[in-house]
């Protein structure tokens, strides 16, 4: 009796291979998209997280903070802080260098991935993008960018306190700063 042995043969292995490779090949940036996609969310809520505890600490604050946003030069790396307002823009702490600033006038934030995710504004450092009125629970009306390569979002500031933010920004007068 003849014994036939179970075994796959030349074609077969670069069907199956072929097929491998065209799903790869699709699958891919898929995955990429959605992890970039996934980043910028998580992203955002980390910024709301931050925009929040920033008013929680305001509204309990006997003083107007100011929000400051800092960029590099290579517009690499970006930064948000919120400070005590002075009344001249001395003693101000900047985010990309904090080794000179007190630990307890200042609340700030980094974005996790910098290289993807961009911070576009009207006024970078020393000029700050809104100041919050601890005795009105109020804010100046500002609004910057959260930008990714394929999605841009609007945190918009209301003189009443409120952060808005719109995905539908193409009305918004923050795309003129766009760069």
Known sequence: MQRYYVGLTVI???????IIA???LFAVPS???LHTQLRF????WRLQQFLLQVQQRVNHSDTNWGLY??????QQ?????????KEKNT???????????SQDTKLVYFPQSTAKIRLITKQYYPQAITFFNHTRHTMRNACFLLQSDHKQLV???SGVGGVKIDEQSSTSACLQYQS
């Not at 077969?12 to 072929?18: D, I, K, N, P």
Request: with cysteine.
């Open 77 to 85: 790396k970006w930064c948000l802080i919120a400070q005590i307002a």
């Open 12 to 18: 077969e292995v670069l069907t199956v291979m072929s």
């Open 69 to 74: 946003a800092s960029v590099s030069n290579d």
């Open 155 to 157: 945190f918009k500031y």
């Open 22 to 24: 065209l799903l790869s």
């Open 31 to 33: 995955w990429q998209y």
């Open 41 to 44: 969310h998580l992203e955002q």
């Open 91 to 101: 003693d101000l702490c900047d985010c990309l260098r904090l080794s000179s600033c």
